[in-house]
Structure formats: structure tokens, C-alpha cells
């Protein structure tokens, strides 16, 4: 199919002046099938619409949130992926973010400050951003019951790396998950809505991010886990009364949703 090139339909290179990346990168994203263009014009060339431009802006919002391609691949080619949704979970994984970041940047002011004041920081003063978030708190007990699958495997090569800057990311954001789905719960949301799902699916990324490549399938089981197990349900549940098991039915809907979009 060949389109007329105009003021609407760019070639490679205005695309990738316009969006700040490379002419490579932009082909590798063609080959892989990421980012086709509509058409190519008479000379050959590749010619991007509108709808493909929108489509580059979701690719890169979702790299810059350090999603892998392939996982960007299988977020933009279900049939009911939904571009409002995905903004929204972007700016809210961006939120996040800029929270992190404001806190190490004050810790940082607060140790230059020292510094040039010739003052000593106390160890409570230097690590105060970073909490007092234990992940080890359970990891005897993972590795007894899970230690031979895979996941679990991964999940101790990712961890073994992690610093307290990690681990107190993760909390934050698993934080920001289950306080929105307690909001939502509050005002009357359906688990089985979309908006509650869409919260699953971040809570689904958030683990395929940090943890191990989380399946549709194990997600919901990590829903059940959390329904079913006293200590995880209590966790859960101290965001609000019953918290577990709507995530438990969330996070169902969600991979229900999944299973039939495949």
C-alpha cells in the first residue's frame, strides 16, 4: 500500500529527529514488528502516520520506564489495550518515580550539607530515606516452599543484586498498588472493573519487573496466595478490611482478560 507523502505522513529520519531516537533504533523496532509504518512511498521509503507516531510515544514512555520490548510488544497488541488506561498507569509508575527521586535528592542535599559544614552524619540520619524495609524478613521461608521452581530461581539472581535503594523502591511502589486499590474499593469500584484491573495489571509488571516474568496464569495464583494465606491477607488487609480478597478477585478478572485476548 502506498501513501501520499504528506505534512502527515513522515519518513524515518523526521521521525526520528522529531522523537529524539535513531534511524536504527526505529528500524530494529520496525523488524521486530514494535513499530511498522502505515506504508512507503513510491521511492521506497517508510512513511509514518499519525496512529504511528502515537504508537512510538507509548513505546518510548513505556522503555523509559525500563519495560522490556518484548513485554511492550504483548501490552500494545491486545485487542482490548486501551491507550487512556495505559497513560494512566504511566503517569502513575512516573509519579512514583519522581517521589523516589525528590527523596534521594534531599538525602543527597543533607550529606552535602554535611560535608561542607564538616559535620557527621549519624547512620539513622544517612539511611532514614531508605526506611526500614526488611526483604529478608521472609526469604528462609520462600526458598522452602518455592526454591525449585524457576521463578523463584530468577527472582533470588534479580534480588541478590538489589541495594537498599532498590528494595525501597519496591515497597514504595507496591505501597502506592495497594493504596489505590483501597481507594477504589472505598468509593465502590468492581474488582472485575477496568479500572481494577488496570491497577492488577501494575501490580502484575511490577513483579515481572523486579522479580520474574509473571504470567497472566501465576499472577492469579499470587492472587489466591494472597487471599488464602493468614500472613499475606493480614498484610493486605491493613489497607483496608477485605483488601485481599478484592485483589484476589482483581487480579483473577485481569488474568481472565489476558487469557482471552491471547
Excluded at 23 to 48: F, K, M, N, Q
Excluded at 64 to 92: G, T, Y
Excluded at 99 to 104: I, Q
Excluded at 160 to 169: I, L, P, S, V
Aim: hydrophobic fraction near 40%; proline fraction near 3%.
Amino acid at each position: 500500500m502506498e501513501m501520499e507523502a504528506t505534512i502527515m505522513a513522515l519518513k524515518v529520519s523526521e521521525v526520528a529527529r522529531l522523537a529524539g531516537v535513531s534511524v536504527r533504533t526505529l528500524h530494529h523496532y520496525d523488524e521486530l514488528g514494535l513499530i511498522r509504518p502505515s506504508a512507503r512511498s513510491a521511492a521506497g521509503y517508510r512513511l509514518y502516520a499519525p496512529a504511528d507516531l502515537e504508537r512510538l510515544q507509548q513505546v518510548l514512555f513505556f522503555r523509559e520506564l525500563d519495560f522490556p520490548l518484548e513485554e511492550i510488544q504483548r501490552i500494545l497488541s491486545a485487542p482490548d489495550f486501551d491507550v487512556a488506561v495505559a497513560l494512566r498507569m504511566q503517569r502513575q509508575l512516573l509519579s512514583e518515580r519522581l517521589a523516589r527521586v525528590g527523596s534521594l535528592i534531599k538525602a543527597v542535599d543533607a550529606a552535602i550539607t554535611s560535608l561542607e559544614k564538616g559535620a557527621t552524619m549519624t547512620g539513622e540520619q544517612r539511611f532514614e530515606v531508605f526506611g526500614d524495609f526488611d526483604p529478608r524478613e521472609h526469604e528462609a521461608e520462600a526458598a522452602e516452599r518455592w526454591g525449585d521452581s524457576a521463578a523463584f530461581k530468577e527472582s533470588a539472581q534479580r534480588t541478590k543484586r538489589y541495594q537498599k535503594q532498590e528494595w525501597t523502591q519496591i515497597k514504595e511502589e507496591l505501597n502506592s498498588i495497594f493504596s489505590d486499590l483501597a481507594r477504589l474499593a472505598a468509593a465502590g469500584g468492581a474488582p472485575m472493573g477496568a479500572e481494577a484491573m488496570a491497577i492488577a495489571e501494575r501490580h502484575r509488571l511490577h513483579v515481572t519487573r523486579w522479580f520474574y516474568p509473571c504470567s497472566p496464569s501465576m499472577h492469579r495464583g499470587l492472587g489466591e496466595l494472597y487471599a488464602n494465606d493468614p500472613r499475606f491477607q493480614a498484610n493486605i488487609d491493613r489497607y483496608a478490611e477485605g483488601l485481599a480478597d478484592f485483589a484476589r478477585q482483581a487480579w483473577r478478572a485481569n488474568a481472565d482478560r489476558s487469557s482471552q485476548a491471547e
